[in-house]
């Protein structure tokens, strides 16, 4: 079992749609949760950090935890075209700085 | 805030050469920094965990003595490549995090993409 699992994708939504990003997580004393969104060639960019249970919002990003289920999700409302990238899920595991990244999910957004 | 920046965006080298690598914090100092190795459709690897004044701490399978890390100031790390072959052609990421807290959150540098020939 990965420590960090994603569906690779590609998720296509229409634009103007909500898209929805699933991740699991395998270490229950994780205390981090990160959001990064990767264009292709290029390094990832920070779109959210979770830390405690329920949802956190930004713009029209929402970010949610639930680490009973050991889940994370990341909801982008109103998709764009831009947002067309690969969105990566990370993980800081307990009892150490190290931070593990999932393979990422591919979201086309199709104008 | 929090611009990390990485030169050179892009090397191509002979084999058996080497080849460095920096990665600066711009605007802040950062306690660690960390190099990432990133192959084609895959997902960043972490290679090493550096901090400043201290010797890096390698991740399995990484050969310290290949893959040469530096963090000689708060914002400044250095990656060396030392006698690169074909199979290390990869995408280079650095980061760096303002503090040591686990919760601390990584900034990325643009990345470097190295092809040995």
């Known amino acids: 079992q990965k420590e960090v699992e994603q569906n690779s994708g590609p998720l296509s939504v229409p634009e103007g749609a909500i898209a929805s990003l699933n991740c699991t997580y395998s270490?229950?004393?994780?205390?981090?949760f990160f959001w990064y969104r990767q264009y292709s060639g290029k390094s990832p960019e920070l779109i959210m950090s979770?830390?405690?249970?329920g949802d956190k919002e930004d713009g029209r990003f929402t970010a949610q935890l639930n680490k009973a289920s050991q889940y994370v999700s990341l909801l982008i409302r109103d998709s764009q075209p831009s947002d067309s990238a690969t969105y990566l899920c990370?993980?800081?595991?307990?009892?150490?700085?190290?931070?593990?990244f999932g393979a990422g999910t591919r979201l086309f957004v199709k104008a | 805030g929090a611009v990390v920046s990485q030169h050179p965006s892009r090397v191509i080298c002979k084999s058996g050469t080497s080849v460095k690598i920096e990665c600066r914090s711009l605007?802040?100092?950062?306690?660690?920094m960390f190099w990432y190795r990133q192959f084609p459709k895959q997902s960043l690897m972490l290679m090493a965990t550096?901090?400043?004044?201290?010797?890096?701490?390698?991740e399995q399978g990484v050969e310290k003595d290949k893959f040469l890390i530096n963090h000689a100031s708060l914002t400044l790390s250095t990656l060396t490549v030392t006698s690169a072959h074909p199979e290390d052609s990869s995408f280079y990421i650095c980061?760096?995090?303002?503090?040591?807290?686990?919760?601390?959150?990584?900034?990325f540098g643009p990345g470097t993409r190295l092809l040995v020939l």
């Open positions: 979770i830390y405690s249970n």
């Open positions: 990370a993980v800081n595991r307990s009892g150490g700085f190290k931070t593990i």
């Open positions: 605007d802040f100092q950062a306690t660690t």
């Open positions: 980061s760096a995090s303002l503090g040591a807290r686990v919760s601390e959150t990584q900034y």
């Open positions: 550096s901090n400043e004044g201290s010797k890096a701490t390698y």
């Open positions: 270490d229950r004393g994780s205390q981090s």
